[in-house]
């Protein structure tokens, strides 16, 4: 489905440049915008605790060389990544396995913005999917399913965004087991995203929303940005990173295509 669709909408389609510069309103692949879902990589972005600092440094310049180079180094799940069904199954593929098929989803925006505000612990349940639903229609088959926490608004504030507590307990909104397996068992899930540092409410140092949904070449989007951008339902998400052998996911580029 989504190859044959991803193929319908490069058939007979042409990206004016020209035109998009003007401000001239265009279809971009049969949909009416491409927005950036992920956040640019700096130092002082915010890094799970344990994880190598980022790092980017000026090998090259324009000036001296003719051309610029930078070195640039983050682990696998710092900034806007994917991960791969293996960061949590060892029986299950890595980053060179994946296919194609597994980076192109249609979406779903669920706004969880109003209950983590009031609870920094909040995990998305099977009623919210359903009410969900109710008011946006059906969630597709093989959907990326992302919950919109608003924490992509303390991008800038590390300290915040991990909301670490004396204990070193991270507080951040998750998706519960629960709503994970409800999309598994009833929507074929494609993956899950969130605007957090990961799919699994922060206190939950077991990991168990991740280690149930990377199974069967699914994915989880973590430290999604721009999603005030996409519609609850109708957009797509394409998925951009490096496929490095034996890789556990990768540093990403995410796309939300909006009609």
Not at 170 to 183: D, E, M, Q, Y
Request: glycine content about 12%; hydrophobic content about 40%.
């Amino acid at each position: 489905m989504a190859l044959a669709l991803a193929a319908g909408f490069f058939a007979g389609q042409s990206l004016s440049r020209g035109k998009r510069a003007s401000g001239a309103s265009e279809k971009v692949l049969g949909f009416d915008k491409v927005v950036y879902l992920s956040h640019v990589n700096k130092p002082g972005m915010p890094i799970f605790p344990g994880d190598p600092e980022f790092q980017l440094k000026t090998l090259f310049t324009v000036e001296d060389d003719g051309f610029r180079l930078n070195f640039a180094g983050l682990g696998e799940h710092s900034g806007t990544h994917w991960g791969a069904p293996c960061h949590f199954n060892a029986s299950e593929p890595c980053a060179e396995d994946m296919a194609p098929e597994d980076f192109f989803h249609p979406a779903v925006v669920v706004d969880a913005r109003s209950q983590s505000r009031r609870n920094a612990d909040y995990a998305l349940t099977v009623a919210d999917l359903k009410r969900f639903e109710d008011r946006h229609g059906r969630i597709p088959d093989n959907a990326m399913a992302i919950m919109w926490t608003g924490w992509q608004e303390r991008w800038d504030d590390p300290k915040s965004y991990f909301n670490q507590d004396s204990d070193g307990i991270l507080h951040f909104p998750g998706i519960s087991v629960a709503a994970t397996r409800w999309l598994i068992d009833n929507r074929d899930l494609g993956g899950l995203g969130i605007d957090t540092h990961g799919v699994d409410p922060g206190a939950d140092e077991l990991y168990q929303t991740n280690t149930l949904l990377l199974k069967k070449r699914r994915i989880h989007l973590e430290n999604l940005a721009g999603l005030q951008r996409m519609p609850p339902n109708g957009g797509w998400v394409v998925v951009g990173g490096v496929r490095n052998q034996g890789g556990s996911g990768s540093p990403a580029t995410v796309f939300g295509l909006v009609p």
